[in-house]
């Protein structure tokens, strides 16, 4: 194995984003719980949200993203070494939603498995994947954001209903040769935190071995919109402080998509002007693990987000587990 003196660094190849078809407005909500689009709007920003097809599962729309992905990155599936899906609401409990997209997409020569950190899954997938290709063990790795959480949620109440939109978001990532440089394209740095002792302000109400069924989420919103606003706060400027940089110094923030509001709260703690946030939580929704990856494919494919670029991504997810990471696209 060989190690992290010998300077490689995980470039951004490739990216592509999936959102299914069916788009179901503010307005539609209304007709199915006690709510209105001001509500909604003055309370999360969202407008409105896209949910899967009935014969849609999570790997589907993963598999979209990933072909998107590979056609840009101008490989092929099976120059694959590694396919790890960020997801919490997988295809089945086994196995991992991973292999179903290794299937899909006719890879037969790497290696997959699902990383369990809901919206921050993306974040833990790409650091884990960036530890896997600094030890030179993996030279390109795909990264996928798949959510449904259309599927988990409770359809009568009104605080979280309204929250969730499915999709996917992917990234290929290849390992080349560097200086580790800031000024140099790659992932820069990640860092992850999770404390347990929150696990309860946001959850499922079941799982395999507790009630033998998926459950549907629940959620303390006030207390999760606190610790969201404090901890991505400091994982931002924790990340900054560590390599040497400022807020000035970026130039994209693209944070995870939950709400406007944590999204401003937390820019105005960094002293970021609106004009370097991404935002596409008011069409999106709350795509969990997915989001990221999302506003990152939009915003480039758009022609906002060019190669070069800093960006700083951070999200925080049920557990509680957040993060932050340094890239230059």
């Keep these: 194995m060989t190690n992290k003196s010998q300077n490689i660094r995980s470039v951004i190849i490739g990216y592509g984003g999936y959102l299914p078809e069916r788009i179901v407005t503010n307005e539609e ?18 407008h409105q949200r896209h949910f899967a097809a009935d014969d849609q599962v999570t790997s589907d729309l993963a598999v979209n993203a990933a072909k998107i ?4 990155a101008g490989i092929k599936a099976e120059d694959l070494d590694l396919i790890i899906v ?17 299937e899909k997409i006719g890879n037969t020569t790497g290696f997959a498995f699902d ?25 390109n790795a795909l990264v996928i954001g798949a959510e449904m959480p259309s599927r988990i949620i409770d359809m009568n109440d009104r605080r979280t209903c309204v929250l969730f939109g499915d999709g996917a978001g992917a990234w290929i990532l290849q ?50 919109f606190r610790h969201a606003v404090e901890k991505l706060a400091d994982a931002a400027e924790n990340i900054l402080k560590k390599n040497g940089l400022t807020s000035a110094d970026i130039d ?21 002007p609106q004009e370097k946030i991404i935002q596409t939580v008011y069409k999106h929704a709350n795509t969990s693990a997915a ?12 022609g906002r987000v060019k190669k070069g670029d800093l960006i700083l991504h951070e999200a925080i997810g049920g557990g509680l587990v957040w993060g932050s990471a340094l890239v230059r696209f």
């Design 29 to 46: 909500l209304t007709t199915m719980v006690d709510t209105s689009h001001d509500w909604i709007v003055e309370r999360t920003g969202i």
């Design 69 to 72: 992905a590979l056609e840009n």
């Design 86 to 102: 960020g997801t919490a609401t997988p295809d089945k409990t086994f196995p991992s939603t991973a292999t179903r997209v290794q």
């Design 115 to 139: 990383v369990a950190a809901v919206c921050a899954g993306f974040l833990v997938a790409v650091s884990v994947a960036d530890q896997f290709i600094q030890s030179g063990q993996v030279k």
């Design 175 to 224: 390992g080349q040769k560097s200086e580790r440089t800031p000024e140099e394209r790659g992932v820069i740095d990640t860092k992850i935190y999770s404390d347990g002792r929150f696990c309860d302000i946001l959850h499922t109400d079941g799982g395999p071995s507790s009630t033998g069924k998926v459950g549907q989420i629940q959620m303390e919103g006030r207390e999760v």
């Design 252 to 272: 994209w923030f693209i944070p995870h998509q939950a709400n406007s509001r944590i999204i401003e709260a937390v820019a105005k703690r960094l002293a970021f």
């Design 291 to 302: 989001s990221i990856p999302l506003a990152f494919y939009e915003a480039v494919t758009e």
